[in-house]
């Protein structure tokens, strides 16, 4: 089984649409990210939630929205999307918000996202 | 800065050994990690070390902190061809290391055979 699992792997859609991606992983970790790796591969934090409760929001335009229903998952709903919204996504969890010995940040497979 | 920064190319021949290295800014940093990232593929967690810590080895893999010079690198013994790929360090960064990892702009490694 997949540890941190997104949906869709690869989306292609127009500028203007609403697209969501979703994750969710099955470690029982509590906190989940979100990071953006644009083309030049560089990668970047978005947010991150623990037990549903943001906690880092990285200065992200507000057409970005987070929403986790419970721990386990934690969507991102894009609102009119623009073609520098092109990047991959990737997902991540970690078991607890204050890394310690042992803890590490597991990532997702990535979803790609095209804007045309 | 912000910025953790890694060389962007390194070539190797099979069997040789690579070195990839990486410097960071934060000296709060708790934990220091090593991604791998393969063509079209995520982000594979290779190896961390705890900053209090100098070195760590596992299997054909070492990592050398200097906390001293913010310096990290990882040393691949025996380098393979399925070693090609994107390496990327990070450095855990935030009050309390709320778990925000600071990403080099990775290293890409070639292996020729």
């Known amino acids: 089984d997949t540890a941190v699992s997104q949906t869709p792997k690869y989306l292609v859609t127009q500028m203007g649409n609403d697209k969501s991606i979703k994750c969710e992983q099955n470690l029982g970790h509590d906190t989940m990210y979100w990071y953006k790796q644009d083309s030049k591969k560089f990668l970047k934090i978005m947010f991150s939630?623990?037990?549903?409760?943001?906690?880092i929001n990285e200065t992200v335009p507000n057409r970005f929205s987070p929403k986790s229903p419970d721990k386990a998952h934690l969507n991102l709903h894009i609102n009119s999307l623009e073609l520098g919204d092109s990047a991959v996504y990737f997902c991540a969890s970690s078991s607890m918000t204050y890394l310690r010995s042992g803890n590490t940040i597991y990532f997702g497979e990535g979803s790609w996202l095209t804007v045309v | 800065g912000e910025d953790v920064e890694q060389s962007l190319f390194l070539s190797v021949r099979e069997g040789d050994s690579s070195v990839i290295n990486c410097t960071y800014t934060d000296s709060s940093s708790t934990y220091l990690y090593w991604y791998k990232q393969e063509p079209g593929a995520g982000l594979q967690l290779l190896t961390y070390i705890f900053s209090n810590m100098d070195m760590k080895q596992d299997q054909r893999l070492t990592v050398l902190l200097n906390k001293k010079d913010k310096h990290l690198s990882l040393r691949i013994a025996d380098t393979q061809t399925g070693d090609s790929a994107i390496y990327f360090c990070a450095e855990s960064r935030g009050p309390s290391n709320t778990g925000k990892l600071i990403f080099g702009q990775g290293t890409t490694l070639q292996v020729k055979p």
């Open positions: 939630y623990n037990n549903k409760e943001l906690i």
